[in-house]
């Protein structure tokens, strides 16, 4: 069974300083690995896909790096912003999701 | 509308109500899933359904009774609650689900906050 590590479980940082998440999970094998937002309550919104077969991706101020071997991932949030405060999740896709805790996020303005 | 939308957003019930929730894809998928969040815990796959069918059930309540009457629409159907099945509950769906199981994204619905009292 797939496990996934978030760490920190939470993080609080001033407005403009950049982020890194940490992800770790077990089983190697998979297809790919996606990273969540969501906002307290409300569902979750892809922020980026990255494929088996690729080291990292980018979109704006995010970008997410995958180590498939040692199973890792991490993600980068550049000069982070009060918008930024949210759950973030990191989501491994054996052919199955598997969710960890995720890590909070709180941008102080 | 696009997208994965879900209604209602938010439900109470007493133990002794029947409701249902409602999930619609506008994205042509062929897969649509249910998923449980409790307060502080990690999402948790409950169903899935591929091409209408049920491809997998995650040792689920039977107070639990999803419906897929097609590919684009998905039900919850909740009768006999306990106050412990309060929880978020997400529905979401992929191109398709190869057997319950799928390497495609899946896109997320905005839940629905499920209150049993």
């Known amino acids: 069974k797939q496990e996934v590590t978030q760490i920190p479980a939470a993080l609080s940082v001033p407005e403009g300083e950049n982020l890194v998440l940490n992800c770790s999970f077990t089983d190697s094998a998979i297809y790919n690995l996606q990273w969540f937002r969501q906002d307290p309550g409300k569902g979750l919104t892809s922020l980026l896909l990255?494929?088996?077969?690729?080291r990292e991706q980018t979109s704006g101020r995010l970008n997410a790096s995958l180590d498939k071997s040692s199973g890792r991932s991490t993600l980068y949030i550049a000069a982070s912003q009060p918008g930024d405060s949210a759950t973030y999740l990191c989501?491994?896709?054996?052919?199955?999701?598997?969710f960890g805790a995720g890590t909070t996020v709180t941008v102080r303005a | 509308e696009t997208g994965v939308t879900q209604t209602p957003r938010h439900l109470v019930m007493g133990m002794t109500n029947k409701k249902s929730l409602k999930c619609e894809q506008h994205l042509g998928h062929n897969a649509m899933y249910w998923y449980k969040q409790s307060a502080k815990k990690p999402l948790e796959l409950m169903f899935v359904?591929?091409?209408?069918?049920?491809?997998e059930n995650n040792s689920v309540p039977s107070r639990f009774s999803p419906e897929c009457p097609n590919s684009s629409h998905l039900f919850l159907h909740l009768h006999t609650l306990q106050p412990e099945d309060s929880a978020l509950y997400l529905c979401a769906s992929s191109q398709e689900g190869g057997g319950g199981r799928s390497s495609d994204t899946q896109y997320f619905g905005p839940g629905t906050r499920l209150t049993v009292l």
């Open positions: 989501v491994p896709n054996d052919y199955k999701l598997s």
């Open positions: 990255i494929q088996s077969s690729q």
């Open positions: 359904y591929n091409f209408k069918e049920q491809t």
